[in-house]
């Protein structure tokens, strides 16, 4: 097939399109392949649409590869399964609901584990029916709160989604590792550059949940890397490296100052060092002090009252030359709420003295205290006295207070020691281009799927949910594969292998770019003819940079001698080849 240049629905735009942030939004809507219309809801125009199929193809050929069955549920879709989980009000603001004109609820469908698991339970019945794996590549819809970046966050966007069922946990086990490999795979063929991040820590679930992310300087997320191994993981996982206990005896006595205006800690610090206070012979640094920082813990739900849960007060201490992280913290006490204490807090609580808040006061007020694992037995602290201006030298951990727990709420910082024991950590920015999540049995019991096992009882399958954001890819491959010229589509998903641009108005020239197109045509290469009549060749290579085929062949001046030039977007090199040889020569390059 050649598709002209003279015929083909396209505008390329001069001007990046004001609302965009990140080079693939910007030169997607520049190149025509996407067009707004309304926020993170978007078109997508034939070239666009064309990558679009191209990355479905590559996934739906690795999802067959490990035995996936398509199927496709409706976007459109009652309200009752997800009232059986209690997705419906869980979901919050971010599901689009609807009423039909019989007032019936509906929603559009963010994901889809209740109709898979239901579908399971209408049709199957006997363990001889299991393992099965089903997906579908669908249009989703979640009213996110801040979609952004053009399809990289979309409200409605096209994921492929596929559910494994096992009647047990090495089944299980086999179906994750199976996808694992085939995302591998995909993204591989894909030429995306990913990590695939823990999402859960290690201790609470081993490899359960992971993620697959695109490297990419204007990434959302925020992930790990060794410096020496292949461990990379999301913030919220990383576990602290757990530094070894001190003795405590032969520690000198815990001993109050007076510090003046001391509130932030590099105040803290220069007082420490103005007074000549020594940690081991040595100056002190900003670690050696323990930030107090007090949150508001809130349970969900509603205790046997009925009444809902009253936030409850906790101190979060931290060493001084780190903050605490939010996300982390958040992660750590799902799925209850946190949220910093507010001034009102601190004038409820006079024995919170902003700025002097230490682990003695909080407990002693009933507080319950949560320590970084830093802070283990015989670690010895500078840190508040809970007086105004007043600060403890010396404080020891398991003699001067105990925290009531450990939890994870320290900042990552770069140069951490790897969890798993080789190298430092590094940080890099990432978006998540898919998941894979051994979900259990959470959906299926909702849904009392119950399936009689070898020996006629019944039992309960286990299940895997795994997403692949196929339409972000689309993004995501333009984030990763451009220059300051435009896109570079990589051969497995360009819309076209060869950009043939007609670059001179002799006939003769003309007349052997359209025998040049046709014969690669003939020669299964998928063609864009640039025959625009009356379009300057000075344009046409604007545009072909910017639209990112992987090759660009110029018929022009060199025509006459019998020689066209080859240009490859991908490697940036450019030749004189015959033309005459012409088609062996882009084949053997497309290959
Ligand atoms: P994110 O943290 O980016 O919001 P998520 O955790 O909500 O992602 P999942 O529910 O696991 O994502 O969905 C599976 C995949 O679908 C994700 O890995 C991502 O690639 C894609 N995806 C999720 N939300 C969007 C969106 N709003 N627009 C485009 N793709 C998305
Ligand atoms: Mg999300």
Known sequence: MITRM?????????????????????????????????????????????????????????????????????????????????????????????????????????????????????????????????????????????????????????????????????????????????????????????????????????????????????????????????????????????????????????????????????????????????????????????????????????????????????????????????????????????????????KNNPFLVKGYVGPRGLAANGVRVLADPRVVEGTAWITGADAKNRHVVGLVAGRDFTPDGYIEAAEVLEGDPSPDGEGTLTLARGIEIGHIFQLGRKYTEAFDLQILDESGKRAVPTMGSYGVGVSRLVAVIAEQMHDEKGLRWPLSVAPFGAHVVIANKDAAAGEAAEKLAAALSEDHVEVLLDDRPKVSPGVKFKDAELLGMPLVIVVGRGFADGKVELRNRLTGEIEEIDYESAVATIKAALN
């Open 6 to 346: 003279s015929h083909l629905f396209l505008r390329t735009l001069r001007d990046d399109p004001a609302d965009a942030e990140v080079p693939s939004h910007k030169l997607l809507v520049r190149a025509g392949y996407v067009r707004r219309v309304a926020p993170g809801v978007y078109s997508w125009l034939p070239l666009g649409l064309k990558v679009l199929r191209r990355v479905e193809d590559v996934v739906r050929k690795e999802m067959n590869a490990i035995g996936g069955q398509e199927l496709m549920f409706p976007a459109l879709l009652p309200r009752e399964p997800y009232q059986t989980t209690g997705r419906w009000a869980e979901y919050g603001d971010a599901l689009f609901r609807l009423k039909d004109r019989k007032n019936g609820d509906y929603l559009l469908g963010p994901t889809h584990e209740e109709m898979f698991a239901s579908i399971v339970k209408s049709e199957f019945s006997s363990y001889k029916d299991f393992p099965v794996t089903l997906y579908q590549i669908q249009t989703k819809y979640r009213d996110e709160e801040r979609p952004r970046a053009g399809i990289l966050r979309g409200r409605e966007f096209v994921m492929k989604d596929s559910y494994s069922f096992d009647m047990d946990d090495s089944g299980l086990e086999q179906s994750y590792q199976a996808h694992r490999r085939a995302y591998q795979q995909i993204f591989n063929t894909l030429g995306i550059e990913y990590a695939i991040c823990y999402a859960t820590s290690g201790a609470m679930g081993g490899s359960a949940s992971e993620e697959f992310l695109a490297v990419a300087e204007h990434g959302e997320d925020t992930f790990v890397r060794s410096t020496s191994s292949d461990y990379a993981a999301n913030v919220e996982a990383v576990v602290t490296v757990v530094p070894e206990k001190q003795p405590i005896d032969g520690q000198p006595e815990a001993k109050e100052y007076e510090t003046p205006d001391s509130e932030t800690i590099t105040a803290l610090v220069d007082w420490a060092n103005s007074e000549g206070v020594q940690i081991d012979g040595r100056a002190v640094e900003a670690a050696d002090t323990l930030k107090c920082i007090v949150v508001k813990v809130t349970k969900p739900g509603v205790d046997k009252d009925g009444m809902a849960y009253a936030p409850e007060l906790t101190g979060v201490l931290v060493p001084g030359n780190r903050e605490v992280d939010m996300k982390r913290l958040e992660a750590s006490l799902e799925p209850a709420a946190v949220e910093l204490a507010s001034e009102e807090d601190f």
